[in-house]
């Protein structure tokens, strides 16, 4: 047990950008838990960083798609004084147009990249305020920059993440909770697979290893950032955004509407 840090639970930990997570942490020293479905790989994980960090690593088998298994992790995440970090990386992708199929297809993807994830960073900021320390890290994407090019159920669940961890840092303000939201692009991991989609046409330049994605990931939080996007050369690009957001916020409710949505002759 490191006595330094306390113990990160990582959610999608089996591969990809949860793996990278798991790996960086442990080498900075964390204890973890790390949850996904796959327990062989979470096992072959876990034997890896004990013996290569010397650290506590916990598996904890979990399908973040069901109601019951979220909330046993939820449960583990209230109750283990030890948590400070939750770093929330389960999620999947889909392939092709958002119409067309059965009604219910998107039922996992909103249950792991939205519903796991909001009962997860509700459960962690609650158990974190009352410690008074703590982190959440959870991974959005760069696609909510630019809505209209991606699939739209995605889309809208990264902006979900995006928005719910924007919020909720306000609530948190000064108990000592953090909260970080992770834009990556494109990024080496098996989500497009999975989804037996085929990204090869995207140039490699535009794909992060996510090794460099995880560090970058947790310099953006070092620095106390909310929302770090690992690509963007120029953090002057994010803050115009930021005013410009905020530009808009003294007009955003009033009592009449705006001249040009009235009829000419009751202005
Ligand atoms: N790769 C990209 O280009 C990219 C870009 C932006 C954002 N992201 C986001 O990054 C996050 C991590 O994805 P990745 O790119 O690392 O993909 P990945 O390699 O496919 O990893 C996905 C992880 O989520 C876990 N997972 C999926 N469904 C689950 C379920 N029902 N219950 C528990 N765990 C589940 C998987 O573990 P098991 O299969 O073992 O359960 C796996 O560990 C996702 O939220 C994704 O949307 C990825």
């Known amino acids: 047990m490191n006595m330094t840090y306390g113990t990160a639970l990582v959610t999608g930990a089996s591969s990809g950008i949860g793996k990278a997570f798991a790996q960086e942490l442990a080498r900075r020293g964390h204890d973890l838990t790390i949850v996904a479905r796959d327990a062989e790989r979470l096992d072959a994980l876990a034997e890896r960083l004990r013996d290569d960090h010397a650290v506590t690593v916990e598996v904890c088998r979990a399908d973040l798609a069901d109601a019951g298994d979220v909330a ?21 992708w889909v392939a092709g147009p958002a119409l067309g199929g059965e009604t219910d297809r998107y039922a996992p993807l ?4 939205v519903v796991a994830l909001q009962t997860l960073t509700l ?3 609650a158990a974190f305020a009352a410690r008074g320390r703590g982190g959440i890290i959870n991974i959005s994407s760069a696609v909510v920059m630019a809505p209209d090019r991606f699939h739209a159920v995605y ?21 000592g909770v953090r909260l ?24 490699d330049e535009m794909k992060m290893d996510p090794s460099l994605l995880v560090e970058a990931a947790l310099a953006g939080y070092d620095a106390g950032e909310t929302v770090t996007i690992p690509s963007l050369p120029d953090l002057a690009d994010w803050e115009a955004f930021l005013a410009a957001r905020a530009a808009l916020e003294p007009n955003l409710s009033h009592d009449h509407p705006a001249s040009r949505y009235r009829l000419a002759e009751t202005v």
């Open 123 to 125: 459960a962690a900021a």
């Open 110 to 113: 909103m249950a792991v990249n």
């Open 155 to 175: 889309v809208a669940g990264k902006a979900y993440v995006l928005a719910l961890t924007e919020a909720l840092q306000s609530e948190v303000a000064g108990t």
């Open 72 to 92: 046993r992790v939820a449960k583990r995440i209230g109750s283990d004084p030890r948590l400070d970090r939750v770093v929330n990386c389960a999620g999947l």
């Open 180 to 203: 970080q939201a992770v834009l990556p692009g494109f990024t080496k991991t098996e989500l497009f697979d999975r989804a037996g989609a085929d990204v090869s046409a995207i140039p």
